[in-house]
């Protein structure tokens, strides 16, 4: 079974702390997310990696970077954690042969929450 | 423009109930993949069905059954006798061509609370 883990399912931050948020998938997938999930809007896509050290911004980058040095991780950063950050933050992978067929696997989430 | 729209936003059904989720998208793509994902309260989502753009045949799965129609761009769920343990938010995604590699756009979701 594919398994992605993340580190934490829960987090409390200060405003303007610098927040890792750490994603690591099992199954050798070349394509790692993030998203993040807030009621009423699902799931935004925040970055994503196609292979190591290399990155796209999705739809909503502003405030976030990513690390990809290994394969197997992925790295969401928050530079200066700020409120409006607060949310559930979803990892995810799939397998790049796939092409657009692949299903995304996802991680359990991290609910993180800025005061 | 993509889009995938989940104009429901909660449903709230007693068991046994057939109840069916509603899924709108829009693509100027011919070739598109179509999925459903089931978020049980644990949080993680769990993949359900994809189904291309070339098949509209229906799907059945158990007490799950998906109606793909091309013509009204829907790509609905229904759950047949519900049960208490359906309760979740389900999100309807589409699947586009991203540059370098292929994403997701999500719907809003709905959630879907099943009363015993």
């Known amino acids: 079974d594919v398994k992605v883990t993340q580190s934490s399912r829960y987090l409390v931050k200060r405003t303007g702390e610098k927040v890792f948020l750490e994603c690591v998938q099992d199954?050798?997938?070349?394509?790692m997310f993030w998203y993040r999930q807030d009621p009423g809007l699902g799931l935004r896509l925040i970055y994503f990696s196609y292979d190591v050290k290399m990155k796209e911004k999705g739809d909503i980058p502003e405030g976030y970077s990513v690390s990809r040095e290994k394969k197997e991780r992925f790295s969401l950063i928050l530079e200066s954690a700020s409120t409006n950050q607060t949310s559930m933050y979803l990892c995810?992978?799939?397998?790049?042969?796939?092409?657009?067929?692949?299903?995304?696997?996802f991680g359990p989430g991290t609910r993180l929450t800025v005061l | 423009a993509q889009k995938v729209t989940q104009a429901q936003t909660e449903i709230s059904v007693v068991e046994k109930e057939d109840v069916t989720l509603d899924c709108v998208y829009e693509t100027r793509d011919t070739t598109y993949y179509l999925f459903w994902y089931k978020q049980p309260p644990s949080g993680e989502l769990v993949f359900l069905i994809r189904r291309n753009s070339f098949d509209e045949q229906n799907e059945i799965s158990g007490r799950y059954s998906w109606n793909f129609q091309k013509s009204t761009s829907s790509f609905n769920f229904t759950i047949t006798a519900s049960q208490v343990v359906d309760s979740a938010v389900y999100f309807c995604?589409?699947?586009?061509?991203?540059?370098?590699?292929?994403?997701?756009?999500f719907g809003t979701g709905t959630l879907l609370a099943v009363q015993p």
């Open positions: 995810a992978s799939s397998s790049r042969p796939s092409g657009r067929a692949g299903e995304q696997f």
């Open positions: 199954m050798d997938h070349e394509n």
């Open positions: 995604a589409l699947s586009v061509y991203g540059g370098a590699t292929n994403k997701l756009i």
